[in-house]
């Protein structure tokens, strides 16, 4: 995207290969916009970007230069944020009359039954059919992959209340590699669409005020812009806001699309840290850093579901300021600092002295967060463990980021984050310091366990009681310490007591 790009006063999005323009508000979201346009196999089910039947497939950049097919809940990304982007629906997966190979054995293995939730399974599926990387795994090195490759989690967004998963994971791994003549494989190789700088603007229909959507060429742009109109709404996956517009009908007076600025993107390595642009996806964090932190690599494959992290980015979840995010404990274990942006300059922050209050920070109006600095070296040990009703696809009780040093038998460092025991995400302070300089023995570990307890203020809630809360805190640190153990193949009698 370059700084002479054509600004636009109304959206263009290719849909299936056609041309479709966007004349609506700015808060429509892509789903609305499709089903309008006559394509309904995409549904609302949530509205919240749990369910996964609004998948849709979009054309996305590439680390290689070329184009990755990626799946996404159409129901929280606003229209206007797809102007000049290829979308694909279940109904363009087809040629004529013939099935797309996702399609076919959807149909012949039974994979449904009411169909509500077929169209968003199909799309999820297709994206991860075309994934580069499946056929290296088709090995089956990885338990969630099945002998083709295919990477089970990828349908992790996508639920059915009907059918039952057996059939659908058996259609999946029933998927050979595309064939010659693919279109949609083909299409691959050439980059994909960039994001011309947009300038929409027009009256809601429900509530008659007016509402702007503006996706700058520039960071300069963007932040001249928050400088000037501060109580602009920033986005770059919507995969907070676009709730807040569904379930709470919220609206605003300007929004400002920032995902594919590209200052905001890309991993920087250096001597002393490793920079992550605010703007990249958890999808993309998860695929380039390929395990080189750690502790994120063992947080990533918890957060939400694929779908939401084909979207949502690592400065967004910071900038919401939630106390339950699940980055926040991890990146505050790894001693992470922010690069806080403003049309004055630049600041660096901990992520420690970020968070003030309930989804408060120290962010100043006008200003955003860039990037992301984990300082190197790092921790040796660590663990991330997220407390929570389901597995995967759920949001945190209580979620703990653990990165600790431990030389000759002596802790050295230790850094422990905590999520959904306070109104803020916080580190345990208390208890890092009775860790570092005592021996790492499973009695240091109790001792630091009931400390641990103490820390935070929990409440009780929907998620989990207060009661609850601290139990899961207190055992939390031997479970760690088992994990350690386990890995290391210590004494079968400590692993047995730290259980």
Same mark, same amino acid.
């Given at each position: 995207?370059?700084?002479?790009?054509?600004?636009?006063?109304?959206?263009?999005?290719?849909?299936?290969?056609?041309?479709?323009?966007?004349?609506?508000?700015?808060?429509?979201?892509?789903?609305?916009?499709?089903?309008?346009?006559?394509?309904?196999?995409?549904?609302?089910?949530?509205?919240?970007?749990?369910?996964?039947?609004?998948?849709?497939?979009?054309?996305?950049?590439?680390?290689?230069?070329?184009?990755?097919?990626?799946?996404?809940?159409?129901?929280?990304?606003?229209?206007?944020?797809?102007?000049?982007?290829?979308?694909?629906?279940?109904?363009?997966?087809?040629?004529?009359?013939?099935?797309?190979?996702?399609?076919?054995?959807?149909?012949?293995?039974?994979?449904?039954?009411?169909?509500?939730?077929?169209?968003?399974?199909?799309?999820?599926?297709?994206?991860?059919?075309?994934?580069?990387?499946?056929?290296?795994?088709?090995?089956?090195?990885?338990?969630?992959?099945?002998?083709?490759?295919?990477?089970?989690?990828?349908?992790?967004?996508?639920?059915? /209340?009907? %059918?039952?998963?057996?059939?659908?994971?058996? *259609? !999946?791994?029933? $998927?050979?590699?595309? @064939?010659?003549?693919? &279109?949609?494989?083909?299409?691959?190789?050439?980059?994909?669409?960039?994001?011309?700088?947009?300038?929409?603007?027009?009256?809601?229909?429900?509530?008659?005020?007016?509402?702007?959507?503006?996706?700058?060429?520039?960071?300069?742009?963007?932040?001249?812009?928050?400088?000037?109109?501060?109580?602009?709404?920033?986005?770059?996956?919507?995969?907070?806001?676009?709730?807040?517009?569904?379930?709470?009908?919220?609206?605003?007076?300007?929004?400002?699309?920032?995902?594919?600025?590209?200052?905001?993107?890309?991993? /920087?390595? %250096?001597?002393?840290?490793?920079?992550?642009? *605010? !703007?990249?996806? $958890?999808?993309?964090? @998860?695929?380039?850093? &390929?395990?080189?932190?750690?502790?994120?690599?063992?947080?990533?494959?918890?957060?939400?579901?694929?779908?939401?992290?084909?979207?949502?980015?690592?400065?967004?979840?910071?900038?919401?300021?939630?106390?339950?995010?699940?980055?926040?404990?991890?990146?505050?274990?790894?001693?992470?600092?922010?690069?806080?942006?403003?049309?004055?300059?630049?600041?660096?922050?901990?992520?420690?002295?970020?968070?003030?209050?309930?989804?408060?920070?120290?962010?100043?109006?006008?200003?955003?967060?860039?990037?992301?600095?984990?300082?190197?070296?790092?921790?040796?040990?660590?663990?991330?463990?997220?407390?929570?009703?389901?597995?995967?696809?759920?949001?945190?009780?209580?979620?703990?980021?653990?990165?600790?040093?431990?030389?000759?038998?002596?802790?050295?460092?230790?850094?422990?984050?905590?999520?959904?025991?306070?109104?803020?995400?916080?580190?345990?302070?208390?208890?890092?310091?009775?860790?570092?300089?005592?021996?790492?023995?499973?009695?240091?570990?109790?001792?630091?366990?009931?400390?641990?307890?103490?820390?935070?203020?929990?409440?009780?809630?929907?998620?989990?009681?207060?009661?609850?809360?601290?139990?899961?805190?207190?055992?939390?640190?031997?479970?760690?310490?088992?994990?350690?153990?386990?890995?290391?193949?210590?004494?079968?009698?400590?692993?047995?007591?730290?259980?």
């Amino acid at each position: 995207m370059s700084a002479m790009a054509t600004e636009r006063s109304t959206a263009e999005i290719s849909v299936n290969g056609t041309a479709h323009e966007f004349t609506g508000t700015p808060h429509t979201n892509a789903l609305d916009f499709i089903r309008g346009e006559g394509l309904t196999a995409a549904k609302e089910g949530c509205a919240e970007g749990e369910c996964g039947a609004c998948a849709i497939m979009v054309a996305r950049p590439d680390s290689d230069g070329g184009t990755r097919w990626t799946s996404i809940n159409s129901c929280l990304l606003p229209a206007a944020a797809l102007d000049g982007q290829e979308v694909i629906t279940a109904e363009g997966l087809a040629e004529g009359e013939h099935f797309h190979p996702v399609q076919e054995e959807m149909a012949v293995r039974g994979g449904s039954q009411c169909g509500y939730c077929t169209p968003g399974f199909i799309c999820s599926m297709a994206a991860e059919y075309y994934r580069p990387e499946r056929a290296g795994d088709a090995a089956g090195s990885d338990h969630h992959c099945g002998p083709n490759g295919f990477d089970i989690h990828s349908l992790s967004g996508n639920l059915c /209340r009907c %059918t039952g998963y057996r059939p659908i994971r058996d *259609a !999946a791994y029933a $998927l050979g590699q595309p @064939e010659a003549g693919d &279109a949609i494989a083909a299409r691959r190789d050439q980059p994909a669409p960039t994001s011309a700088s947009t300038d929409i603007t027009r009256a809601d229909t429900a509530t008659g005020e007016p509402g702007r959507f503006r996706r700058p060429s520039t960071l300069a742009e963007a932040l001249d812009i928050l400088a000037a109109e501060p109580e602009t709404i920033v986005i770059a996956g919507a995969t907070d806001w676009g709730v807040e517009v569904n379930i709470k009908g919220a609206r605003a007076k300007s929004i400002l699309a920032i995902d594919r600025l590209p200052e905001l993107r890309g991993i /920087r390595y %250096t001597e002393d840290f490793v920079e992550i642009g *605010a !703007a990249h996806t $958890l999808t993309e964090l @998860e695929r380039e850093l &390929a395990g080189t932190i750690p502790l994120l690599g063992k947080l990533l494959p918890q957060f939400a579901s694929r779908l939401i992290r084909n979207a949502a980015t690592i400065g967004g979840n910071l900038g919401t300021g939630s106390p339950i995010g699940d980055t926040p404990p991890a990146l505050l274990a790894l001693e992470a600092e922010l690069v806080l942006a403003s049309a004055t300059g630049s600041r660096v922050v901990d992520l420690a002295d970020y968070f003030t209050g309930y989804r408060q920070t120290v962010r100043e109006p006008g200003e955003l967060i860039a990037a992301i600095r984990i300082p190197l070296p790092l921790a040796p040990l660590t663990s991330f463990q997220k407390i929570a009703k389901r597995r995967f696809d759920d949001i945190s009780s209580v979620a703990i980021g653990y990165a600790v040093t431990v030389e000759d038998g002596i802790v050295t460092t230790a850094r422990l984050g905590l999520g959904g025991v306070a109104a803020t995400p916080l580190r345990a302070t208390a208890t890092e310091a009775l860790l570092e300089g005592a021996p790492w023995t499973l009695e240091t570990v109790r001792a630091a366990a009931d400390t641990l307890a103490a820390e935070g203020t929990p409440m009780d809630d929907h998620r989990a009681s207060a009661k609850y809360r601290t139990a899961m805190l207190r055992s939390s640190l031997e479970r760690f310490y088992a994990e350690v153990l386990n890995a290391s193949g210590g004494p079968a009698s400590e692993k047995e007591a730290a259980r």
